[in-house]
């Protein structure tokens, strides 16, 4: 039982444009947000990520939405360039619970 | 500073076999967790060990466990190994613990014939 569900599987966009990946959750015991991105061949990396006490947080071009209501949060790639094409995983994990529950996956595709 | 680090980068083991993993978290770091990653399932936690402890444990089989030296560094063994087996297992560490980030290492690539 998927605890983030993650969408969309895929998504394909063009240099300059907007990527948005979606998460949504169920258990609201969750406190800690991360966006991972994964490389071919490479473990996940630590994007961004929020705590439920803020509604967005922007590093660069990578922005978190969160609404805290609606237990959903994305993740909006402005200005999306090819070196962003990557897999990206939304996650979620509470305190004192010493794990990361995972979204199922988006593979982002920017098209020169 | 050097990242987390796993040993080996791949392996090929034969079913009924054994195998052990291992990783190195970054210095300092004392939270080390495992994660196994599957085309199907995606990335599953295992267990998460804190100065030599088990803190948490995923829903695998006991034939996957664990264990953490005293020095941090991290050990996972899976016994009887079966083709579902086959996967990307990936450790990642954090100074302390899950709320507080955590960096993955490359993982060890385990190919199941």
């Known amino acids: 039982q998927q605890q983030v569900k993650q969408s969309p599987q895929s998504l394909i966009v063009q240099k300059g444009g907007i990527s948005i990946i979606n998460c949504a959750y169920e258990?609201?015991?969750?406190?800690?947000f991360p966006w991972y991105q994964q490389f071919p061949g490479k473990g996940p990396a630590l994007l961004i990520a929020?705590?439920?006490?803020?509604s967005e947080k922007k590093e660069g071009r990578f922005t978190i939405s969160f609404n805290k209501s609606a237990k959903q949060f994305s993740l909006h790639i402005m200005d999306s360039q090819p070196g962003d094409s990557a897999t990206y995983f939304c996650a979620a994990s509470m305190a004192n619970d010493y794990k990361l529950s995972f979204g199922a996956g988006t593979t982002v595709t920017v098209r020169a | 500073k050097a990242g987390v680090t796993q040993t080996p980068r791949y392996l090929i083991k034969t079913r009924g076999q054994q195998v052990t993993l291992s990783c190195s978290p970054i210095?300092?770091?004392?939270?080390v967790s495992w994660y196994q990653q599957t085309p199907g399932q995606g990335l599953q936690f295992l267990f998460e060990?804190?100065?030599?402890?088990?803190?948490n444990k995923g829903n695998f089989p006991g034939r996957f466990s664990g264990r953490q030296f005293s020095n941090s560094r991290s050990e996972m063994n899976v016994s009887t190994l079966e083709l579902g087996d086959s996967a990307l297992y990936l450790c990642?560490?954090?100074?302390?613990?899950?709320?507080?980030?955590?960096?993955f290492g490359s993982g060890t690539r385990l190919t199941v014939v």
């Open positions: 929020i705590r439920p006490d803020v």
């Open positions: 210095s300092g770091h004392r939270s």
């Open positions: 060990y804190f100065s030599e402890t088990q803190r």
């Open positions: 258990n609201t015991a969750f406190d800690y």
């Open positions: 990642a560490s954090s100074f302390r613990g899950t709320n507080y980030g955590y960096t």
